[in-house]
């Protein structure tokens, strides 16, 4: 009896499945003035993530090592911002200011097409709720994508610690600043800062798919990064440079503080995209399919 039980339910799931499938795959595109609809964004989304899981190893890291030296260029902006006004303006207003400068990375990072882990969280979490792709093949390119991500923030670093002080942009004095300023909160603060940040950076995506011209992409990555600057949200790919550069450059930073504030991001911006975008997003439209259904 139990047997039977569960192969209808099998039976019945599979059923969900082709009908799913058969909705996404019969959304077309819209025409040039119409908006994309859920269904025509989730398709497009789910093509770009499969494109990804079909990549070489070598591939995806060498794109996300590309993204986080690229991500360099806002830490680069930030230290260069906070030392220019330092003395001019109150630190807490010179942080807030920082959140015009703050998405320049961002921007060439999601413009030239490298692979951030922020961005392409909920995106490659998509195959596997369609059951396309599995969860172990999902952990292999998330450690790929971090591993790229975080030697090339490392690098950008470095080169930045030793040009920085030499082009007068900024100094020492600045980076550890900036680095206390960021881990100065409780890890459960950090946690659910970095699960907001993790749900803003899948909704750029999500959104980044609806639109077709150059300066509205421009404009959407400017808001989206710009508001997570503002409020301060933790975002580990460029809180990993932030922190490193910080670590190397004052005895009150410590490895442990390091390590510790990296797993507490990355965990929080995995759990915000992957659940508060690819999830809901997709279970939305999963309700509709099977309710018309």
């Known amino acids: 009896m139990m047997w039977k039980k569960e192969k209808t339910k099998d039976k019945l799931e599979k059923e969900q499945q082709k009908q799913i499938d058969k909705e996404i795959e019969k959304s077309e595109s819209p025409k040039k003035d119409t908006a994309k609809s859920h269904g025509e964004i989730l398709r497009e989304q ?4 499969q494109e990804t899981y079909e990549k070489s190893p070598q591939s995806i890291l060498l794109s996300s090592l590309t993204a986080g030296l690229e991500i360099g260029f806002s830490y680069l902006m ?17 942080f807030k200011m920082m959140s015009f400068v703050y998405p320049l990375g961002f921007i060439l ?12 969280t909920a995106l490659l979490t998509l195959p596997v709720l369609n059951k396309k792709r599995d969860i172990l093949s999902l952990l292999r390119i998330w ?16 080169l930045l610690l030793w040009l920085g002080p030499n082009l007068h942009l900024f100094d020492q004095e600045v980076i550890v600043k900036i680095a206390k300023h960021v881990l100065d909160f409780d890890l459960i603060v950090i946690f659910v800062s970095a699960i907001l ?9 999500w959104l980044l798919a609806s639109s077709r011209d ?9 808001l989206i990064t710009a508001v997570m600057a503002f409020t301060g949200l933790h975002h580990s790919i460029i809180g990993s440079v932030e922190i490193f550069s910080g670590m190397l450059s004052s005895p009150d930073i410590s490895l442990i503080d390091y390590l510790t504030f990296q797993s507490t991001a990355l965990l929080g911006n995995a759990f915000g995209g992957a659940i508060f975008v690819a999830l809901l997003k997709y279970r939305a439209f999963v309700f509709n399919v099977v309710g018309k259904g």
């Open 46 to 49: 789910l093509s770009d993530a």
């Open 197 to 205: 940040a993790g749900w803003l950076m899948g909704l750029l995506s």
């Open 143 to 158: 450690g790929l994508v971090i591993s790229g991500n975080l030697i090339g923030g490392y690098l950008i670093a470095l």
């Open 109 to 120: 990072v999601v413009l030239g097409q490298s692979i951030l882990f922020t961005e392409q």
């Open 214 to 222: 150059t300066i509205s992409r421009i404009v959407m990555i400017f």
């Open 78 to 94: 930030i230290c260069s911002l906070f030392y220019f006004l330092s003395g001019k303006l109150a630190e807490d207003t010179i």
